[in-house]
């Protein structure tokens, strides 16, 4: 257990709510119950692993990029340990598969290097394959499925005769999206791999899955996973990561300084591009706590960061109040991809992670220091 206080944490420092954990944690045991599919944490968009004993209640297991969040999985979470990888390195491959149950290959090339190891360790193997069906606009980089991408085998470069290795399929082609998209990818695995199915004992759907928003069609998802299940006598997984902490921790800040150059400036002490590098890669605008859009109330302000980036700029709102030095900036949404992004850039210091648990009391669960920007370099 941490150092307790009730408030006054020094800023900037990420907040997760058990109560909101909770509420996704009861929507997705909910998912599993009625359609029988198995939910794995993608730990690449949560990492906090204090939390992973009460995920670990509701889930089955996590879901590895790599060997770190592999060991990770195996070591904090427990239950079934499953990694994709792009390609695996030799010299990692044998710790590797000291961690985990499920591996999964993205190429004909590495189930020919590594899946007769893999099989004689006892593990149950995986091909990602790619679909070629893109559902979705606009983020070209969260896309596996554009022109020219590397994850997954298309069916062109499908080898039949590895089936003798293979126990699953692994597809990831979604972000952020509803089971409508998820329908439609489905319908082109079965058109372009569906002949295979009924051979394999296993289907993992991936994540992007956003199920704990307030207006996803579980259920439909849950007549799709049906289907799947029924059809072809598989054992279905997901591995959705944000679905799983959406809406459930914030990044709370304070402001420093205010300025004007042609709009109101307010420089906080936390930064885009070192605490929240989505909101610039992504791009998109992070919800703020009891603010509008720029206009939507009195005082407008264009947010920034403390580092040298011309760039690190967060977005432009409006609040009822004038902000000072010392008033305080939440922003929502920020358990996911933050924590696990961030970095220390400008010798940015790292933000405090505080758990509040279902009571209210608060819980220090890690701070940093000088050390943590010195011991990388
Ligand atoms: C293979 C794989 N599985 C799961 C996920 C988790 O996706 P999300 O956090 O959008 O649910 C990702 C995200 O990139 C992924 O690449």
Redesign the pocket.
């Known amino acids: 257990m941490g150092e307790r206080k009730p408030a006054g944490w020094r800023t900037p420092y990420f907040l997760v709510e058990e109560e909101r954990l909770l509420h996704n944690l009861e929507i997705l045991r909910d998912v599993k119950a009625r359609s029988g599919c198995k939910i794995l944490l993608?730990q690449?968009?949560f990492s906090m692993y204090s939390c992973y004993p009460l995920i670990a209640e509701y889930l089955d297991g996590s879901?590895a990029s790599g060997l770190y969040e592999a060991r990770l999985g195996k070591e904090e979470f427990g239950k079934e340990t499953h990694v994709?990888s792009p390609a695996y390195r030799e010299d990692e491959f044998d710790e590797i598969l000291s961690y985990a149950d499920h591996v999964v290959f993205n190429s004909p090339a590495q189930v020919k290097r590594y899946a007769a190891k893999a099989k004689k360790a006892g593990k149950s193997i995986g091909l990602r394959i790619n679909p070629e069906c893109s559902t979705q606009e606009g983020h070209a980089i969260y896309d596996p499925c554009s022109p020219g991408s590397r994850l997954g085998t298309t069916l062109e470069n499908f080898q039949e005769e590895q089936l003798e290795f293979l126990d699953g399929f692994h597809f990831?082609t979604l972000?952020?999206q509803d089971s409508d998209a998820l329908e439609v990818t489905v319908a082109a695995v079965e058109e372009r791999f569906g002949r295979w199915l009924p051979k394999l004992k296993w289907l993992n759907l991936?994540?992007?899955?956003h199920i704990t928003r307030s207006d996803y069609d579980r259920e439909r998802l849950i007549r799709i996973i049906r289907h799947l299940k029924e059809t072809y006598d598989l054992e279905v997984y997901l591995?959705?990561?944000?679905?799983v902490v959406l809406n459930a921790g914030f990044l709370v800040a304070t402001v420093l300084d205010t300025m004007y150059n042609g709009i109101n400036l307010a420089i906080l002490d936390t930064s885009a591009a070192c605490h929240m590098p989505d909101v610039l890669e992504m791009p998109y605008r992070p919800p703020v706590q009891e603010s509008g859009l720029p206009g939507e109330k009195a005082w407008t302000y264009r947010l920034g960061g403390p580092t040298c980036l011309a760039g690190d700029v967060i977005g432009d709102y409006s609040f009822d109040r004038q902000l000072e030095p010392g008033s305080r900036v939440v922003f929502e949404d920020m358990a996911?991809y933050t924590m696990v992004k961030t970095n220390t850039f400008n010798g940015m210091p790292l933000p405090s992670i505080v758990y509040r648990e279902r009571d209210g009391r608060e819980r220090l669960v890690k701070k940093f220091a000088y050390e943590d920007f010195k011991s990388r370099l």
Do not use: N, R, Y
Not at 239 to 243: F, H, L
């Open positions: 993608a690449k968009a879901a994709f990831h972000c952020e991936g994540g992007g899955h591995e959705p990561g944000e679905a996911l």
